[in-house]
């Protein structure tokens, strides 16, 4: 597949090179409609009333759809989407599940929706805050983080 999927690629840069290269010579030949008053060479060149020809149009066409095959058949094989050996694996490993620090889950890609660590837990601080009270508001207060 390889070897096939390279030619497609080579021939079809080799057509659209053709493609363009002819599209470009095209549009340098003097043409039977009404040119700009002005003769610039730019007028000329962007002038919008150049038609191409239709063989150079389908020559286009056949070379990007040659090259749009080639990149299919050369790129690697798809896996296939194993939610359930993924999460498995997960589940067996302790490392992958352990929570390195605050905000950071180990295996989980939900897990800083679940940990919000951004919010503040208010009934903790609280808690923290009456007992600090109760001993007398001597050291640290000790509120329940979330």
């Known amino acids: 597949m390889a070897i096939a999927s390279i030619a497609l690629n080579v ?3 080799i057509f659209l090179s053709h493609a363009v290269y002819s599209a470009y010579e095209h549009s340098l030949l003097p043409s039977t409609s009404a ?9 000329s060149v962007l002038d919008p009333k150049v038609n191409l ?8 066409l056949v070379s990007v759809v040659l090259l749009c095959a080639g990149v299919v058949l050369s790129s690697a ?8 050996v993924w999460a498995g694996n997960l589940e067996r ?3 992958a599940r352990a929570t390195k620090e605050v905000g950071v889950g180990g295996g989980n ?4 929706l679940e940990e919000r660590s ?4 208010i009934r903790g601080e ?4 009456a007992e600090w009270k109760n001993k007398g508001g001597e050291g640290r207060i000790e509120g329940k983080k979330a």
């Open 35 to 43: 040119s700009p008053s002005s003769g610039s060479y730019l007028l």
């Open 126 to 129: 609280m808690k923290g805050f």
């Open 109 to 112: 890609p939900y897990a800083a």
């Open 93 to 95: 490993s302790k490392d």
């Open 53 to 60: 020809p239709v063989d150079i149009t389908i020559e286009t």
């Open 77 to 84: 094989n798809l896996k296939p989407i194993q939610w359930n």
């Open 11 to 13: 021939i079809g840069v």
């Open 118 to 121: 951004g919010f503040l837990d």
